[in-house]
């Protein structure tokens, strides 16, 4: 078979990797005082940012969905980052409906408040949080997409490094790929690496594997700008 050859499969959802997260939803604030209206957890993966200033990014959701009306009541949620170790919590808020259990006293998770918002709960378990205020609801067809702005970010302490910088591979998050979870890899690049400078790429991958490999690629790509004549 010809190793260039594809295969059609139609249109699906066949984008991937994508973030599974846990976005955090509830009525109401009566949560925070041991209310009836308790809070709540969805599984999403239709997710992703869609804006830099203001931050923006939305989520997809079924109207059926127990948290739908909570997301369409509050007008606010919390976008959850996911670690290996909450993998299995994670996909059972996903197979799971809210009308029928009570996902964070059933996982033994813990709702807190969540900056910038004032109904929506941060899960605490989480190793970093999304605040987010819905702008605009958009009906697509099998899920309304909820756009919002992130007003916040709160990232866990333990997963700063002594400059300040976050070190998200600590966080040992998860991706989505086409109904499976995957573990995340070793970083093997950054933004803008394919043009940095050797002094750059030593600071930013210290790994003298990983260096050789983007140095070879630099070199590859000099080689054909050079024979192309343009970039």
């Avoid at 909820?146 to 400059?163: G, P, T, W, Y």
Wanted: charged share 20%.
């Amino acid at each position: 078979m010809d190793s260039a050859s594809f295969r059609a499969i139609g249109p699906t959802t066949y984008l991937c990797p994508t973030p599974t997260v846990l976005v955090g939803c509830a009525a109401d604030a009566a949560w925070r005082s041991g209310g009836a209206n308790r809070p709540n957890l969805i599984t999403i993966a239709w997710t992703g940012i869609c804006c830099s200033k203001p931050p923006m990014l939305s989520i997809s959701v079924r109207p059926e969905r127990y948290s739908h009306a909570l997301l369409t009541q509050s007008g606010e949620f919390t976008v959850n980052l996911i670690s290996e170790e909450l993998l299995h919590a994670m996909d059972l808020c996903g197979v799971k409906s809210g009308r029928d259990m009570d996902k964070f006293g059933s996982l033994g998770l813990h709702p807190m408040a969540a900056q910038g918002l004032e109904i929506a709960p941060a899960l605490q378990e989480a190793p970093a949080y999304l605040s987010c205020k819905v702008r605009q609801v958009i009906t697509l067809g099998s899920h309304d997409l909820f756009l919002a702005e992130i007003v916040d970010v709160c990232v866990r302490e333990s997963f700063f490094n002594v400059d300040g910088s976050i070190d998200e591979q600590a966080m040992a998050l998860v991706a989505f790929v086409h109904g499976k979870y995957r573990a995340l890899g070793k970083e093997i690049g950054f933004f803008g690496y394919s043009v940095a400078s050797e002094d750059v790429l030593r600071r930013r991958l210290p790994h003298a594997a990983a260096n050789q490999n983007v140095r070879a690629g630099k070199r590859s790509g000099k080689r054909l700008l050079r024979k192309d004549g343009k970039a």
